[in-house]
């Protein structure tokens, strides 16, 4: 049974390039989740998703952030354009009722 | 005030010895808790739901308390491979998303 995936694992960009980070939930799971993880902030809740409706917002730090999810089996965040505090982990998390499965995250290096 | 407060640690203990965990809670209304754990660059996971009447889970022993509203992780007999951050986590009332805590990191030392 596929757990959530999210691709690609680890991304090293330049300074003002777009970044697009990709997540596919576990099937049947209608919430999806994106988060942000630093070791001076922890885990971070940028926003959520149910039903392929975005939710919640009030995490996503600026307008450079954005997150879509065009159908139940697939969500991007795009980080346009990139600096280097947007250096983190970026994971994915799915569920269906409270409980969240996560993805292995996608580290993320803005140079 | 932060949603979900836990002692960061670290937490250095021998094997075999037993060691407690707690983190408070701001809103009162909170209705469902979890701990998580989270292995050195890697996702965090579900360790184990917090339920009003306490539960245990072999090692694992997790209490709420909603008068104070604090929430206790316990392992006993404490193993080289528990050691790893143990995040609580709460839902907070009304919606369907968690608040993390922090983190509580443990090492068990051989």
């Known amino acids: 049974d596929a757990g959530v995936i999210q691709s690609p694992r680890h991304e090293v960009t330049e300074m003002g390039q777009e970044v697009t980070l990709r997540c596919k939930p576990i099937?049947?799971?209608?919430?999806l989740f994106w988060y942000r993880q630093t070791m001076m902030r922890g885990l971070e809740l940028l926003i959520y998703f149910n039903n392929n409706v975005p939710i919640d917002d009030s995490g996503m730090p600026e307008d450079r952030f954005s997150a879509k999810m065009p159908n139940a089996s697939f969500s991007t965040l795009k980080i346009q354009p990139s600096e280097p505090r947007d250096s983190a982990v970026y994971f994915c998390?799915?569920?269906?009722?409270?409980?969240?499965?996560f993805g292995p995250g996608t580290r993320l290096t803005v140079t | 005030r932060k949603e979900v407060e836990q002692d960061p640690g670290p937490f250095n203990v021998p094997e075999g010895a037993t060691v407690a965990f707690n983190c408070t809670y701001s809103n009162s209304a909170s209705q469902s808790f979890f701990w998580y754990r989270q292995d050195c660059r890697k996702e965090p996971k579900l360790l184990m739901s917090v339920y009003s009447s306490g539960n245990e889970d072999g090692r694992f022993t997790a209490q709420l308390n909603r008068a104070s509203q604090y929430i206790s992780l316990l392992i006993r007999d404490s193993k080289l491979s528990d050691s790893a951050t143990y995040l609580c986590v709460v839902n907070p009332p009304g919606a369907n998303n968690l608040f993390f805590g922090t983190g509580t990191r443990l090492t068990v030392i051989p």
């Open positions: 099937s049947g799971h209608d919430y």
């Open positions: 998390a799915s569920s269906s009722v409270y409980e969240q499965y």
